[in-house]
């Protein structure tokens, strides 16, 4: 291997949403998932509604919120000028 063009490949931890932990190893040591084998609908045979945390209403939170902001940042280059 050569010295210094590899990434640094260390113990790693995926966290899903369900509370399931999986350590592997990765250049990254955390990895978030919203769902994992042992959650996921195809595994457990069970049907659930994937959308607990109300994913779909945070990203329309933050929609009005990225809105406002573009609003705001219009606002003041129209007064620079
Ligand atoms: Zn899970």
Known sequence: MKATIH?????AEIRCACGNVIKTR?????????????????YTGTQKFVDTAGRVDKFQQRMVKTQAAQAAQAASKKKKR
């Open 7 to 11: 990434p640094k490949y260390v113990a």
């Open 26 to 42: 990765s250049t990254k040591p955390t990895i978030l998932v919203g769902i994992c084998n042992v959650c996921h609908p195809f």
